[in-house]
Structure formats: C-alpha cells, structure tokens
C-alpha cells in the first residue's frame, strides 16, 4: 500500500530521488561502479558537491553576494557549537522558542554570555515570542525559524543591525524569505533537503574572522570555505541525495511553487482541527502556527485507540506526537502531496462521524 | 565490464551489500518506506544501530571488557579532535607516520603540550619509526596503524602503561590484532566498513572524565554513550550500509578469515613489484609495507602512457598514487577479490614482455 509518510524527520523525500538514488548505489552515472565506491575527488562526485553548492545558492536567491554553501558533518547539533567557536566573542542574543534553540543556548554559553531576549519556555514554547529588543552590543542574534517539536514557526524576523543566525533545519526550502537578511543559516539536511548526515551551512563570509580564539579545523567555517565543502571525505551519499531533491525542487518551481502547495496543505489541516470538536491544536496562537509540523491533540482521549488504528489503517505513518507535547504531529514536508493530507483529513471526519 | 576497484577511499564494497542497500533506499524491511524517510528513533532504525555495535565489538572481540562501540559523525578529522578534547589534560605522546597523524597533532597542540616520540617525516614518510619510547607521564599515546597515503602499517604496537589511541580508519577488521590492548580506537567509516558519512568509534569508557575542561556536547564521548549514539539524528544511510558490510564479513567467516585472504593478496602485489624490473616499491623496508595499500612507481616514466592504458582497459580503476607520493596505489580493502589484484598483476608483466 502507498503509505502517506508524516514523519517529523528523517521524512518523506519525492519518489523520483529515492528512484535515481537506489540506481545510483550500485551504477552511478554509467560507470559501472557504486555512486559510495569512487574517490570523492573523481570528476564524478566533485561535480555533484558543486551542483548541490550551487542549486542552494540559487534556491535561495542568494548568488553573488558574498555567501558560500557548505556540506559538513555533524547535523544542526554540531552548529549549536560551531556557531559560538566562530562567532562568540563576548556576548550573543539568542531566542528561545523550544528544545533546539534551548540546545543551541546551552552550547553557545561555553563561549561566552547569552542574552535571552524572548522565551515561551513559560508555555512549554506554545507560542512565538514577539516584541523582543535585541542589544546593539552582541556579536549576533540566533533563532530557530520553525520548531518542529512544538509545530510553531516565526513568520517574521527582527530587524537588526547584528548578524542574524537562524537554525532553519525544519523549514528551509519550504517559503520564499528574503534569505539577504541573514548572515549565517543553517540546517540539518533530513527534512526538505535530503537524508540525514550532512548539514547545510549559508554563511556570508565577511562575519567571519572576528573573534580572537583559535578555532580547531573541523570546527572553523573558514577551513571549509577554503577547501570547498571538501576539507574532508564529506558525506558522499546524504550530499548526492540532496543534490537530487535540489533538482526536484527546481523542476517543479523552486520555492515560491512549493510554497502554494505548503499553504495549501497547512490551510486544509489546520481547517480541519479548528472545525472538528474532536480535535485541538496545541499552538496558541494562529499566526504561530507552522506550515512544516501541525500539532494537535484529540478533546477526548478515550478515542486514541480507534484515532489509531483508523489513520494506520488509511497508510499513514509517523503521526505520534513528540513525547514533550504528546498527541499527534502531522509533519507536511514539500515531498509530502496534499493528497496525503486529505487522506488524514478524511479520517479526522469519520472519526466525528462514528462518535 | 566488471570494474577492479582498487580506490583508496571511499573504496569498494562487498556487491551483495551495495545490492540490499539499493533496495532499503526504495523499500525497507518491507516497509514501502525508505530506509532515508523513516524515524531514527523507530524500531527498525534503532535495531540496525544496535546490531552495528554488537557486531563491531564482535568482530573485534571487545564484548564485556567495558568498551562501546559508537557511530559518530564528523569523520577521522574530528576524531582528531575529540581525542584531545576529550583525554589531553597537560601532555600527550604522538607518533607521526603520515599526513593524517600529522594532522591529529596539529589539532591536539590545541589542547596541551605533544611530545613527537618518533617520526618518519624526514624520509616523506616511507618507514615506521621503531624503538621510540613513550613517557610515563603522558595522558595517552596516539598512533595511526596505516598510513594510506604511504602506503606504510604499523605491525606492531608499543607495550605502554599509558591508554592507547590508535587511528584505524583505512585497515579496522583487515587484521587479527589483540583489540583490547588499546583503550580508543576510531576510524572513518569509508574504506573497510562502509560508505563515508560515518565514524566509528570504540572507547573503554574508565578512561573517560578525566579531563578538567568543560567538553562542549556533541564532542563529549560520554555524551554518545548516555545516548546510546543517538544523540542527535545519526547518519542512517552510511550506517545501515556499515551494517550489512559488517553481516556480510561475519558470513565470510570474520576478521581471521578476510585477513588470509588479504595476505594473498599482498603477497601476490608485493611479490610482482619486487620482481618486475620495470617497478619499484615506495615503502623502504618490507616489514613496514602496508596489505591495505601498496604504493609503487615505474623505474622509467616514458612507460607511463601505455601503462596507464593498459590497467584501465584491463577495467581497473583507481590506480593513481596521492599527489604527496606521485606513481600508482593499489588499495586492496577487504571487499576487493584477489582476481582483481591478479587483473593488474597480469597487465604489470605484460608491460614488462611489451618493453
């Protein structure tokens, strides 16, 4: 059976890459050999980390303006703590809108102070902090753009005169932004990208440089600029898959088309659980709502069994909700067809209809 | 045509492992999902991450003696700093045999004093240096047991009171060693395990915490085993992959039996290059040469084209030496047939009966 995949991540990636990538681990590009058994220095693989370099750039409308993409290890995880090594001096600003940005604060304060300036941690992050200032003195201000773990998402972003740092990890490629804004932007590749095991990195290189410590090499955006995303054996397979999802992305538009079906998608959900009394969101606000991961839980928890077994028996996958919210998640990632979502959606209807 | 891959790395795998991975990236354990589009925190993705550890110790012969074995991200580069971020209090004893222990140095002068007990520098690194001595004081003594680039193996290794760290990236499961004398071992996962996107890691957890310094979390080794190495999303596709190779060697009778065969495999190389006038060997003493990667040159360049010619229509792939040594390197990990090495020993006579 076709399954309709809402996992939060590692999440659904279009059925064509999956396709050309299966191909590719035992024939890549003719050769006869595996695209994971060739020198990551052949023409063959170069040629995909450039592509792929080059296809963010693009996505992002951000060519020839002093930013460089980079494919390194570590997951958004290791960028909590690459972000303050190359960039922390003596004082950064930081939001704290759920448990990575939470994460990223604990990193980042064995550098230096942390001003946070707005929190919803008081809600369990049920919400967006607005009306924050930002002191003029820190050396940047660092938020998380979508938190998939609470399903709320910034819709704007402060104005400001420090560098603006932003974990995109769970919705990048998802909305058209004016990406100029920020000056470092980074991302865990397993939810609009790619496979996990490997991070996407968008840094405007003249931030760079500024703070007096010694950065080790792995951990200094500088070492890899110089080396071209290539200062070690990157990630071969988690990069080409990227790669292919890049291209996906073009084909069909590029970002500002898989936004309509994004809005199309989050508008028929969250319709759905603000009409259904049987079901209720968790994020308080509606403008906070984000367009990647809709929580919500059921009014009546008596009807969790058969809620269960009705959306596992219609194919759909990964809807618990994370064990910090509980309920359900229902993760709406571009690979994800808005057909799956009216699979869901018909379920959350039968379930009002049988009780 | 059959490609002989002698690659240095990212290298050849067993073709039935590169089989099983192309069908998890469309379909896994039958799931109609991808093995890249499912939870890490699942069932099925937390068995593949245990069944690897298990079989790395087993393997290794590590069960029960108060190692973990884990999948890190990063490669052998940041392992070069987590050593000494995470063991290095005043001082630490390295010996250098090649460009990758040169650059575990560079990064653990960092974090204290490095006492260079031996190195083969002087020589472009064609020995390994013998009759050092390892101060009693040193926090840890740190090796590299094969020099890929050089094409020089360590075949024995220093009896010390102090913990043993050894970089086994490019031979890890080539070779029967007594694993327990050494207290970290750590390899990047492209050359006998799996595709690059992973490191391997297997640490005696009692010489942990000793270090007085604060270890941000990602590089904290204790921070991976609370986590059972998932920390943070792993690399699920490289790691699967490491899996099946690390099956496929159990089915092949493991570490004892894959090394007979490596040994014939050398024997055959080395013997030809010893023999064959119109070659010589890089390594200077035989005793240091690595059964791994054997590094030879042409006695006479003008022989060079129709050499070159000759092992890439006879399908081979992968020859070419690293720029830091020039000539050829034949690289024999353990999924490379002895016929392979018999393909190129037979096009190295030819080219003598041809001159």
Known sequence: MKKHNFSAGPCILPQSVLQKASEAVTNFNGLDL????ISHRSKDFVDVMENARELVLEHL????????????????SLEFLMVAYNLLEKKAAYLNTGTWADKSIKEAKLFGEIDIVGSSKDANFNYIPKNYTIPSDVDYFHCTSNNTIFGTQMQEFPETN????????????SRVLDFSKFDLIYAGAQKNMGPSGTTLVIVKEDILGK?????????????????????????????YVSMLTLEWLKENGGISEIEKINNAKAKLLYTEIDR?????????????RSKMNATFSLANDSL????????????INGLNGHRSVGGYRASMYNALPLESVQVLVDVMQDLEKKS
Chains 1, 2 share one sequence.
């Open 211 to 239: 703070v007096s410590r010694t950065i080790p090499s792995m951990l200094d955006y500088q070492t890899h600029i110089s080396k071209d995303s290539m200062f070690n054996t990157p990630a071969v397979f988690p990069i």
């Open 34 to 37: 595996s695209l994971v058994e």
């Open 61 to 76: 409308n951000l060519q020839n303006q002093g930013y460089k993409a980079l494919f390194l290890h570590g997951g958004a």
């Open 162 to 173: 420090v560098p603006l740092v932003c974990d995109m990890s769970s919705d990048i490629f």
């Open 304 to 315: 969790k069994d058969t809620f269960d077994a009705s959306w596992k028996a219609a194919g």
């Open 276 to 288: 259904n009394p049987l079901f209720n969101g968790f994020v308080a606000n509606a403008e906070d």
